[in-house]
């Protein structure tokens, strides 16, 4: 599995010794409350990941986005702690339609782990099903001496000086609001990149928080499908995963990932910024 698993699957994998299924419950509002809710209640056998301590390095004011990328060899490092290794189904899953799940997911498949899916409908859908949680945290995992080869890649990295809106189709994750500018609560400076396309990540789902169905998704990136390679950003590298997900459970060619995204565009005063359609 490497797009997508449902709640039925996921429960009859969980005594697996195959299976490694990891909690990316997040909040930007509050940083610390993902790790409280797995504190209190988790899927039984989940590990937790942080996105702020685990799925990103530090962020530095003025230079960097909010949420930069580690180095490939430094979260090959992370994931060998973890005890990851291709043998392995990772789960990943959280509370926000796989907002957070999608990050962890593009991740692993930045390192060439092809087993990797999205718990569909995350926490919640969990819950609705009646399933068990628990309070208790697994024991660590042995690390693993799997180094990830570089060249096993299965995604695409663009930085801002590779990205041209006149070869590339750009996608913008986020709302409408803050695409046009109208609305900005994180990010200094308002508005877009110039050329890219609104498509917010919350339009993948249906109103229950799963994805919808792979024809609804090709639908919804109509206007990336042209010959242009594509390229996600966001506000800063983290939903923009999931219209990448989103694209691959259309069956669409995986589009790159412009991970610095919004928050490291505005860093540079000479990078021109669109607030109109």
């Avoid at 299965?154 to 809106?165: F, K, M, N, S, V």
Wanted: charged share 15%.
């Amino acid at each position: 599995m490497n797009t997508l698993v449902t709640v039925a699957q996921l429960a009859a994998l969980l005594d697996k010794q195959s299976l490694l299924l990891i909690d990316c419950r997040f909040s930007l509002q509050d940083v610390t409350a993902g790790r409280r809710a797995y504190s209190l209640a988790h899927i039984p056998a989940a590990y937790f990941a942080d996105m702020n301590e685990d799925l990103s390095t530090p962020h530095i004011p003025g230079k960097t986005g909010r949420h930069p990328l580690p180095s490939r060899s430094d979260w090959c490092k992370k994931v060998q702690s973890w005890g990851i290794s291709p043998d392995l189904q990772v789960v990943v899953y959280d509370d926000v339609g796989g907002a957070g799940a999608a990050r962890l997911w593009w991740m692993l498949q930045w390192l060439g782990h092809t087993r990797v899916a999205v718990l569909d409908g995350g926490w919640q859908a969990w819950n609705h099903a009646g399933l068990p949680v628990t309070a208790h945290q697994p024991m660590a995992r042995e690390p693993s001496l799997f180094g990830y080869p570089h060249e096993a890649t299965l995604t695409l990295l663009i930085t801002a000086e590779q990205l041209d809106g006149a070869t590339q189709v750009l996608l913008d994750a986020r709302e409408l609001p803050r695409y046009l500018g109208t609305i900005e609560p994180i990010d200094v400076k308002a508005g877009h990149i110039p050329g890219a396309i609104c498509s917010p990540y919350s339009a993948n789902l249906d109103v229950d928080g799963k994805f919808k169905s792979a024809a609804h998704l090709r639908s919804k990136f109509a206007a990336a499908h042209t010959l242009k390679p594509v390229v996600c950003y966001c506000g800063s590298g983290v939903t923009a995963c999931h219209n990448v997900l989103a694209m691959t459970i259309a069956g669409l060619p995986m589009p790159a990932l412009y991970a610095g995204s919004w928050s490291e565009w505005i860093t540079d005063s000479k990078r021109p910024v669109a607030t109109s359609q």
